[in-house]
DNA sequence: CCCGTAATTAACCCATTGGATAATTACAGC
DNA sequence: GCTGTAATTATCCAATGGGTTAATTACGGG
């Protein structure tokens, strides 16, 4: 008896299926979600526009994800899920202490150099006040093993003589993450406020020379070590 | 003959009217408009709560201000203001170089510390691609004295061959203030990733010693200058 | 071939919210 | 005191946009 009265959709068109496949959905919602999301923030971000671009039904993406705030969290999982494979590509323990440090630099800059998106996610996750990633049970549990790698540069470094051993893993991160993101991050406020270009491929060059060595320096020990040749 | 059918407003209460001061109204509104936008963003400030908060009707604000963006912009402008102001209060030309340069690293980390709103205000522009910050003249053309300041200080040093000569103003610049600001604005997924606290005094004491040696080990000059004591 | 279930669609709902219209009130200058 | 004007209020409007209801369609297993 749940009778009568349902809407009939227009009976022209018996609009046509276009897939079914349930996980190539998800990610096909899942990678659109992702854009409109670091291009619009939380709230601007449209679920109809989102569900246009992904040639779907709007709600197709609530069946899936159940609200709003969980696409968002599925999107941060998954941006930081990708991050964290490109970091096992990094394999710093070969390396001499400047090199592993200066590779370490270079490679976290041009991470987010050539994933602004990602940069502007976080942006907009922490101007939620990371209530989101606080949330999700797989990110507050994906204890990011970059940490795991500087450690034993570090180590390595410390017992050459070639690092100070005041040094810290955490202080190092947070400093190149710093140091890295902002370039990315606060480009339109500063060029903005100071008519200095950020973008240009020679800007970006010599802010990744500058990054590294600034890294360095932080790190290396007193004892007037080789400053190397950065021609 | 514009006639007639004018909607009235009930007709008990004659509704008085609290004040009359342009400028203390505008100013107030300011305020709490700069309090809603760094708290919820561009779309997420809400006009009639703004209107509530400082005890007035909402049209009052499109009265002053022509639309929300505008009043953002105005926001933008203040809290740009201010922090011009402190900065005027540095006076970093009679200090030696290295004082100089730690006295500026924790007079920028201080101000962010103490001024996380304007932090968020600052994070939430660059989301929106600098776009009103663009559009506001009096931003524009508000060339910061803060780089002259620095520049007096680099030569100083470089004269005195405390400053290694490389070093350039700007550069030096977005440096400290990526150190700084990230120390607020991205302190909540960093939080959450590494169970790592920023926000108390501790550490954030650390991060100041820090972010002031960093800066210092990268301009000195590399003969193995003084270390100054760093308790 | 049939049928249950899961994927997908069409259409609707309604709370929120910038912004607008127009009345009302205070206040300064004459 | 009168009056023009600026500051302020009450009320309304239309669009936007999350989220929902229910019909429809594909598909795999018996």
Request: net charge positive; with cysteine; proline share 3%.
């Amino acid at each position: 008896m749940k009778t009568v009265s349902a809407r009939r959709p227009v009976e022209n068109k018996p609009a046509k299926v276009r897939r079914r496949d349930r996980e190539k959905t998800k990610a096909e919602i899942l990678q659109i979600a992702f854009e409109e999301f670091a291009e619009s923030g939380l709230l601007g971000a449209n679920a109809d526009a989102i569900a246009a671009k992904a040639g779907i039904t709007k709600r197709l993406i609530f069946y899936y994800f159940n609200s709003k705030e969980e696409l968002f969290i599925a999107v941060l999982e998954m941006a930081y899920g990708k991050m964290r494979l490109a970091e096992e590509d990094l394999h710093l323990a070969t390396l001499e202490p400047e090199a592993a440090i200066r590779r370490l630099a270079e490679f976290t800059f041009d991470f987010h150099q050539a994933n602004p998106e990602f940069v502007r996610l976080v942006a907009i996750e922490n101007i939620h006040r990371g209530r989101h990633i606080q949330r999700s049970e797989k990110l507050t549990q994906m204890t990011r093993p970059i940490i795991g790698q500087i450690e034993r540069v570090l180590a390595k470094g410390k017992s050459l003589g070639a690092i100070r051993p005041e040094i810290d893993a955490h202080e190092l991160h947070v400093t190149l993450n710093a140091l890295s993101i902002f370039s990315v991050a606060n480009r339109h406020t500063f060029e903005a406020q100071f008519r200095w270009d950020m973008s240009s491929p020679e800007a970006k060059a010599r802010r990744r020379r500058e990054i590294a060595e600034v890294l360095w320096r932080y790190v290396r020990s007193d004892e007037c070590s080789s400053a190397a040749d950065r021609s």
